[in-house]
């Protein structure tokens, strides 16, 4: 029976992992084929990095007859050429439906020439996306590497690529990344597909994120037989595994349809000659316009055929008087500082992007390098309080010992102290004085089993700006009230903390908390986010819930939403 990706899949973000030479390219093929097969005017767009991988597409498989008609953009089979400047201008093309089908070959462009096209293409495809489109990003983690190599808008790709995965899907942006460096791919990128395809994978590094995804996504019994076989899956065979789905499956993936250019050569190879699916280049030159204007303008060989041309009607106009000659040089002269002026404009555009970017992390890293400083200082002097007493009488006459100095509202608290000392300030606020560390935790934005809530805690505890009045609860003292700044809700506290969690846990615990305060069967709340009861799809992510205080089990097989989620 021939293989067919379940629909499920192929709706959600997914990643086809493996080393070079698995097969991993040809399965992502093979997505595509049956996804245009499925739906002919389904819309599909490749970014194509280095490799120029995925023009055999628009070939049969023996190479001798048209396959499907996919738009080629620069490359060595390009259609047309393509400047790395026109990612705006394509990004909104592929948006509105106007290149159903292509191909972003970007294998000759220079060093951050991807970059710099991506960061135009990304922004433009969010903006101006309608409908769905499946986009394929082969070699993902040039776009978003785990570790920055340097080159040119790096940081801003990164961004770029990360937005795409969190916020593109609602957009209806399907993503499926292809990469041999799983190590290599940013996490929040892998941790947005819903989908794991995983070919051979030898190396550790390359398996160890394979095997944190698969930690958080399958049972025990299907995370051994996974990670155990990764190192000698066969070529073309892989393992497809979906939550979503609830699919985990090994499988021989057939053989694509279309001419298959990403083979790993062998030393018989012979050149053939591939007929590739014909294309209206006059028509793909009208519906991109300044795009290949813009490429043409910086196509070399076009160039220097331009200025023999131009020389050889120089050499008619040789006779030309000297007020010719002062006006074409003029207009040399204008016409080149408009197009520096364009490009200057342009490079400040890009250079203030990225620098936003960087701001941003930079950010970040301060407030948790200042989170960790005033946990340091508090362990230190709690170590020297457990000294034991010195036998040395004090001096008469000595100062009795001072507190410590408490904070006041000026501001000066580090930002998770911060959040969650104005986390218990609204609670108080809304008449809870000793609320429980997940109502303080969750309303501060951290899980309560964190020690991202944890450390800032014990900071001001430490600082004397809260107490605990019994085990797990918490309450603000008056030194405390006077530097917290309550929290202004703008919805409910269930919204709240909807909006702070994970897919497959906000879904379940929505489908939960419709029938508060009544409790209901685990089988109705799995209905109700779209899951099976008896799948560990359904299963960690409601233990989950549970460890952080957001749902109870008031009774067997039953489960019913926190109160305090309800608390006004």
């Known amino acids: ?50 490799k120029s991988d995925w023009w055999g597409m628009t070939s049969s498989a023996d190479g001798q007859r048209p396959g499907l008609p996919f738009y080629i953009l620069g490359g060595p089979r390009g259609h047309v050429p393509l400047h790395d400047s026109a990612g705006k201008a394509i990004g909104e093309l ?22 710099k096209f991506f960061n135009d293409f990304a922004p433009a495809l969010m903006k101006r996306m309608r409908r ?69 994978l030898t190396a550790p590094a390359d398996q160890d994120p394979v095997k944190k995804w698969l930690k958080a996504n399958v049972d025990k019994v299907t995370f051994e037989r996974v990670s155990s076989s990764l190192a000698s899956l066969k070529t073309g065979t892989g393992w497809i595994c979906s939550g979503e789905a609830q699919v985990a499956d090994m499988v021989q993936f057939p053989k694509i349809s279309s001419f298959d250019n990403s083979a790993t050569p062998t030393d018989g190879d012979a050149e053939l000659q591939v007929k590739t699916a014909a294309v209206d280049r006059n028509r793909l030159r009208a519906i991109i316009g300044d795009a290949v204007r813009l490429a043409e303008e910086n196509d070399v060989p076009r160039l220097r055929a331009e200025i023999a041309r131009l020389e050889s009607q120089l050499g008619a106009a040789a006779g030309a008087g000297p007020e010719v000659i002062a006006a074409a040089r003029q207009e040399g002269f204008e016409r080149a500082r408009r197009e520096a002026s364009a490009d200057l404009a342009a490079r400040i555009g890009h250079l203030g992007m990225e620098f936003q970017a960087a ?35 004090p001096a008469r006459g000595s100062p009795p010992a001072q507190k410590p100095q408490t904070p006041n509202a000026t501001g000066n608290l580090p930002g998770p102290q911060q959040r969650v000392l104005n986390s218990l300030a609204t ?66 506290l269930l919204d709240f903390v909807l909006g702070n969690l994970g897919g497959p846990e906000s879904r379940i615990l929505g489908a939960i908390a419709a029938h508060y305060p009544k ?25 989950a819930l549970r460890t952080k205080d957001l749902i109870t089990y008031p009774e067997k097989d039953h489960v019913r939403a926190a109160d305090w989620l309800f608390a006004s």
């Open 132 to 200: 769905v489109v499946y986009l394929v990003i082969e070699e993902a983690h040039e776009f978003a590497p785990k570790e920055r190599a340097g080159i040119g808008a790096e940081n801003l790709a990164i961004h770029n690529a990360k937005k795409l995965a969190t916020a593109g899907r609602s957009k209806g942006i399907r993503l499926m990344v292809v990469t041999q460096r799983t190590q290599a791919l940013h996490n929040a990128v892998l941790g947005s597909c819903d989908t794991m395809i995983a070919h051979r």
């Open 1 to 50: 029976m021939t293989f067919v990706f379940p629909r499920a899949v192929l709706e959600q973000h997914t990643a086809f992992l493996g080393k070079t030479g698995s097969g991993k390219t040809s399965t992502a093929k093979l997505a595509v084929e049956q996804i245009l097969t499925a739906n002919p005017a389904a819309r599909v767009c490749v970014l194509d990095p280095i």
């Open 427 to 492: 609670w108080a606020k809304m008449g809870h004085d000793a609320p429980a560390n997940a109502q303080v935790a969750w309303l501060a934005g951290y899980s309560p089993t964190s020690s991202s809530y944890a450390n800032p805690r014990s900071g001001l505890k430490t600082a004397g700006l809260i107490d605990y009045p019994r085990p797990d609860c918490l309450t603000i003292t008056p030194a405390g009230r006077a530097a917290a700044n309550p929290i202004k809700l703008t919805g409910s």
């Open 94 to 115: 592929v948006a509105t439906g106007d290149l159903p089908l292509s191909i972003i070959d970007m294998a000759d462009f220079n060093a951050g020439g991807l970059q």
């Open 359 to 393: 701001l941003h992390e930079l950010e970040g890293r301060f407030i948790t390098s200042l989170s960790t400083i005033r946990i340091e200082v508090v362990d230190t002097f709690a170590q020297k309080t457990d000294m034991p007493a010195s036998p040395v009488s």
């Open 519 to 543: 409790s209901i069967p685990n089988a109705k709340a799995a209905e109700g986010a779209q899951y099976s009861a008896t799948s560990s799809s359904y299963a960690n992510p409601r233990s």
